[in-house]
């Protein structure tokens, strides 16, 4: 089984839907991370979680929100879709440390209309 | 402000050869480094990684060089193989700020040919 795993792996949406995109893990990491990528622009941070009470903004957090349900799940939400937010979205984790390295989920393709 | 630049966006190499991918970074402060490999439709995996302490660091087939003055690093991979057709994403982070933050390249594409 795969230990970080995302749900929805595709959606189509239209502008001005509220959609969720679900993280899970059973790596039993402290920190997650929501990540989009875009042709070109490699892989940008939205949001990231140190454990359930630590939320952080990242470079894009702008029409985005997200909740840590608990250590093992980490959602983003897209409170009113509009078309420029189409991407891939990937989840990560990792263990706190001094120098950490990331394991991501496969990722979600989100197109919105 | 592109601070991890690749920019090479693609790499044509023949199986066996030497695939040699590059990567920038404009901030000196950053002393950990890591490359990312991804297939189409899945996430990216982590491939191999080298501290700021380090000049070199080998992992079977793939050898991460850091050339800290240049603000450079690369990843040469041999012999290269046709599986490791991928986006290679270069990335960097400042370990002392405790945050885990990545900052990713934009990825190049290397293309092995049998």
């Known amino acids: 089984d795969a230990d970080v795993t995302q749900t929805p792996r595709n959606r189509i949406t239209k502008t001005g839907k509220r959609i969720m995109l679900e993280c899970s893990q059973t790596?039993?990491?402290?920190?997650m991370y929501w990540y989009r990528q875009d042709p070109g622009l490699g892989l940008r941070l939205i949001y990231y979680?140190?454990?359930?009470?630590?939320?952080n903004k990242g470079e894009i957090s702008d029409g985005y929100s997200v909740s840590r349900q608990a250590q093992a799940k980490f959602s983003l939400s897209l409170e009113s879709a509009i078309p420029n937010q189409t991407a891939l979205y990937f989840c990560?984790?990792?263990?706190?440390?001094?120098?950490?390295?990331?394991?991501f989920g496969p990722g979600t393709r989100l197109l919105v209309l | 402000d592109q601070q991890v630049k690749q920019n090479s966006p693609s790499l044509s190499v023949q199986e066996g050869r030497i695939s040699i991918l590059n990567c920038d970074y404009t901030n000196s402060m950053f002393d950990y480094f890591l490359w990312y490999k991804k297939y189409p439709a899945e996430g990216p995996t982590f491939l191999i990684s080298i501290s700021s302490i380090k000049d070199k660091n080998e992992d079977g087939r793939f050898t991460v060089f850091l050339n800290k003055s240049a603000k450079h690093l690369s990843l040469h991979i041999v012999p290269s193989q046709p599986g490791d057709s991928a986006v290679y994403f270069c990335?960097?982070?400042?370990?002392?700020?405790?945050?885990?933050?990545?900052?990713f390249g934009q990825g190049t594409t290397l293309q092995v040919k049998p």
């Open positions: 990560a984790t990792s263990a706190s440390g001094t120098q950490e390295t990331q394991y």
């Open positions: 790596k039993g990491h402290d920190r």
């Open positions: 979680s140190f454990d359930v009470k630590d939320i």
């Open positions: 990335a960097a982070s400042l370990s002392s700020s405790n945050t885990g933050k990545l900052i």
